[in-house]
Antibody, heavy 120, light 107 residues
Framework: QVTLKESGPGILQPSQTLSLTCTFSGFSLSTYGMGVGWIRQPSGKGLEWLANIWWDDDKYYNPSLKNRLTISKDTSNNQAFLKITNVDTADTATYYC????????????WGQGVMVTVSS | DIQMTQSPASLSASLEEIVTITCQASQDIGNWLAWYQQKPGKSPQLLIH???SLADGIPSRFSGSRSGTQYSLKISRLQVEDTGIYYCLQRYSNPPTFGGGTKLELK
């Protein structure tokens, strides 16, 4: 059974760094073709892909935020991480992590999401 | 970036009606297209992957099709539980991009 769960700070102030953790089970990020992505959704709005990390440690970022994003993984502990630097109110959103496979067409399993509010 | 233009933005349909939602890709994406359903307060659920393949556990009334760079999601007989927001996603090239969403309600 594949599960993913996001965790984060809840609230942070502008200019701080947002650190998110995705803890998953039922698959391994050391398995060929496996990946984890981060997607966010401001309240009442659509979905925005942020970054993917792959089994071979390859990483891809959304160019619109690339300089602010860092994705990483801890394969031994079944976790993936995302850092967003210099946050502002536009980063307020629900953040999801989701499993993907290099040869499939999308994200097949999603976490429940974690709400992050940026406010002074 | 590849743009995914989804239509309609909202849709009201009756029980047992056939519903079709479309996504137009700004360039060729092959079959790298997925469809998702999202209910209020929940994470998106994969319905269709690879443009036409039904995801595990999804009812057969959902189907996906492709004509060139236009992709369609069809619900053959709308049920109460099918209300929600539907999104398409292209994963042909980075960055993956979502359609703007279609809000489906019961009439």
């Amino acid at each position: 059974q594949v599960t993913l769960k996001e965790s984060g700070p809840g609230i942070l102030q502008p200019s701080q760094t947002l650190s998110l953790t995705c803890t998953f089970s039922g698959f391994s990020l050391s398995t060929y073709g496996m990946g984890v992505g981060w997607i966010r959704q401001p309240s009442g709005k659509g979905l925005e892909w942020l970054a993917n990390i792959w089994w071979d440690d390859d990483k891809y970022y959304n160019p619109s935020l690339k300089n602010r994003l860092t994705i990483s993984k801890d394969t031994s502990n079944n976790q993936a991480f995302l850092k967003i630097t210099n946050v502002d109110t536009a980063d307020t959103a629900t953040y999801y992590c989701a499993r993907t496979h290099y040869y499939s067409g999308g994200f097949d399993y999603w976490g429940q999401g974690v709400m992050v509010t940026v406010s002074s | 970036d590849i743009q995914m233009t989804q239509s309609p933005a909202s849709l009201s349909a009756s029980l047992e009606e056939i519903v079709t939602i479309t996504c137009q890709a700004s360039q060729d994406i092959g079959n790298w297209l997925a469809w998702y359903q999202q209910k209020p307060g929940k994470s998106p659920q994969l319905l269709i992957h690879s443009a036409t393949s039904l995801a595990d556990g999804i009812p057969s009334r959902f189907s996906g099709s492709r004509s060139g760079t236009q992709y369609s999601l069809k619900i053959s007989r709308l049920q109460v539980e099918d209300t929600g927001i539907y999104y398409c996603l292209q994963r042909y090239s980075n960055p993956p991009t979502f359609g703007g969403g279609t809000k489906l309600e019961l009439k």
